[in-house]
Structure formats: C-alpha cells, structure tokens
C-alpha cells in the first residue's frame, strides 16, 4: 500500500479545528481508495512564536521539504500585532512558500449548486454554475521586494518595490496557459500595464509565451477593470493569471462571488510537485475554540492536493462529490440561511458528516 508522508501546519485561531476535519476526510479517502497517510505535525505562525520565538522554525521547513506535501490551517491574529514584521506570524507564511519554491497559487472560485442562493450577486450574473481558477504568482513582486522606512526632509515614509523578471513571468504564465488547455482554453492576464513598467513587462512576456498555445485564447485586463467585470460579468473568465498582490486580492473577491470565503480552496505550487494547500480565509480569532468555522475550504484543500501533488484523483472527485452532497443537508453558520431547508451544524459536526459521504 503506498504511503504518502504529510507535513500539517495547523497554525493559529481557528487553523486546528478545521485542519482536524480535513485529515477526517483524507483518513475517509484513503481508506476508500487503498493509500495510507502519515501526518508529521510541525508549527507555523503565532504557535511557533509562541513556542520557539520564530514563526518558521527550521525544523518545520525541513519537515515540509521530506513530505510529499503540506496542508496548511491558517495563521495570525492580534496576539502578535506588536511582534516587529519580521516576525509575525504572516512572515512565517510567506517564508514558508519562499523556502518551498512554492511560485503558484491555485485559487478557484467555483459556485456549488446548493449555494447559488448564497452568492451576493443575482442569479441572472452567475449562471447556472461558476467555476474560475485564478492562477497568482506568489513568490515575487510587492510582497518580496525591497522594502523599508526613511525620514525625507523631516517627514517619514516608507516604500515596497514591484519587481518581476522575464522567467518569473514565464514560469507562472506557463502554469496558467498550461491550466487553460486542460479547462475551456480562455486566458486572461490582468496587470496595471497603462501605468507600471513591471506590468508591461508582464504583458510583453506573456504576448511572446502565447505563440506556444496557439490553442489558448490570451486576453489582457487592467487590474481596476477585472475587479469590475467579477462582478458584472463573472461568467466570461476561466483562467485569470496575474501578480502577487493583484492576485491576492482578485482572488478573495472572486471567493465572495461563490457565496462565503469559508468554501475556498488553494494549492501553492512549486518544482517537482511539492504543494501547500490551504484555505484562502485567515484565522478568525473571534470565533476560535466556538466550534463554529467552516472546515469546507480546507477539506477542498485536501482535495486538491489529492489532485494535484499525490496523483490521486478519484479520491480528490470523492471529497469534492462529498463536499457537494453534505450541502444540500447541513450548513455552517456562516452559509446557514433559514429557508435553506439545512441543519445548521458546526465545525466538528460538519467534518463527520463530510467523512461519513465519501
């Protein structure tokens, strides 16, 4: 029976409760589709802090390298706010992605047929389904450029630089264009190319990579007007592909168009198939411990890494098939309504029920 070996970096808040369903549904998953899973615990974020004073101890990203992949709680909160940026919990997040090589960020945004009615926007805008994969390079532009605080003729300010080079551009374009041949074949690039240099960098490398896919039809959009047509028109996306910052926000705008956050997978990937999966929501101090998170996003995190690091498919279709039935019986409170005809359940509750569907 092969076996494959998972680094768990529950993290802060409300990070262990959902991770803790989401190896409910993996053990489910195994056990139906004949693998086995051995989870080494390491710790990320404020609980490292906490426990080592760092948030990315080396022995967690070298648990992460000799793992075949990393699922991922979440991480932060207003206990480490007066922690210097270096070493709050956020900077343990993205040294992990930058210790892993981890360049891709997988985000879709999909409408489950159950919560059309949960979605802000009108039945009429989303259609009878939505489905967008918003692919976001994610270890390069703002977030790792230089950065810094100065004092200019008496007035402080600070800075933080937009930088991408032509292969990170390639390398993530590549992902994106490779994406779209296996889904509708329509790419869309978003950037700022009307006003940044970096963007019309962007724009030319992804122009000259489109000769290769001949079959993908490559669009371009300004960052302003892509927030825009999300919600006018969501339908006319498939694949979008953009940079770091733009992508972290198109993404998480794009989650609410699906009705609640708390549904929305991700998979950061990097060479040879190494990924961490996580859910795109944050930690939720406020409701940590109240047994009230939704675990679907990062049960679907699961799910994508059966897909997309351990080469195992079927099993990933029975999470997701099993994500699709609970449903239409149960619900979180944070896509509970009362006309839905649904048991409102918490966090445990809805992880069991998950497991006992698969």
Not at 188 to 204: E, G, H
Request: hydrophobic fraction near 40%.
């Amino acid at each position: 029976m092969k076996t494959y070996k998972i680094a768990v970096l529950k993290g802060d808040g409300i990070g262990p409760e959902i991770v803790d369903q989401a190896i409910k549904a993996l053990d489910q998953a195994a056990k139906k589709h004949g693998f086995a899973v051995d989870y080494d615990y390491q710790l990320l974020g404020g609980a490292a802090i906490d426990a080592t004073g760092s948030p990315l101890p080396e022995a967690t990203i070298e648990a992460c390298r000799n793992a075949s992949s990393v699922l991922l709680g979440a991480v932060g909160g207003p206990k480490w706010d007066k922690e210097p940026g270096s070493n709050r919990p956020e900077a343990g997040l993205l040294g992990i992605r930058k210790a892993l090589g981890l360049y891709a960020n997988l985000r879709p945004a999909v409408i489950f047929a159950p919560l059309r009615d949960a979605s802000p926007l009108k039945p009429e805008i989303t259609g009878e389904s939505l489905d967008i994969m918003v692919v976001r390079e994610l270890t390069g532009g703002i977030y790792f450029g230089d950065r810094g605080t100065e004092e200019i003729g008496g007035v402080q300010s600070a800075y933080d630089t937009e930088r991408y080079s032509v292969p990170e551009i390639q390398r993530i374009a590549r992902v994106a264009f490779d994406m779209a041949r296996k889904r509708n074949r329509r790419l869309c690039s978003v950037d700022k190319a009307n006003v940044l240099d970096s963007s019309r960098l962007w724009r030319a490398t992804v122009n000259r990579l489109a000769a290769e896919y001949p079959d993908v039809e490559l669009t371009h959009l300004y960052v302003d007007n892509t927030a825009m047509q999300l919600v006018r028109n969501p339908g006319q996306f498939d694949v979008i592909v953009t940079s770091n910052m733009f992508g972290d926000i198109l993404s998480d705008e794009a989650s609410m168009i699906s009705g609640s956050i708390g549904m929305l997978a991700s998979a950061s990937l990097g060479e040879g198939g190494l990924g961490l999966y996580e859910p795109i929501h944050g930690s939720a101090p406020d409701i940590a411990g109240q047994d009230a998170a939704n675990p679907l996003a990062t049960i679907l995190s699961a799910a994508m890494m059966l897909r997309y690091s351990l080469d195992q498919p079927e099993a990933a279709r029975s999470i997701e098939n099993a994500v699709a039935a609970v449903l239409t019986q149960a619900r979180t409170r944070d896509i509970y309504t009362e006309d839905s005809g649904c048991r409102l359940v918490g966090c445990q509750e809805m992880g069991n029920l998950v497991a006992s569907l698969i």
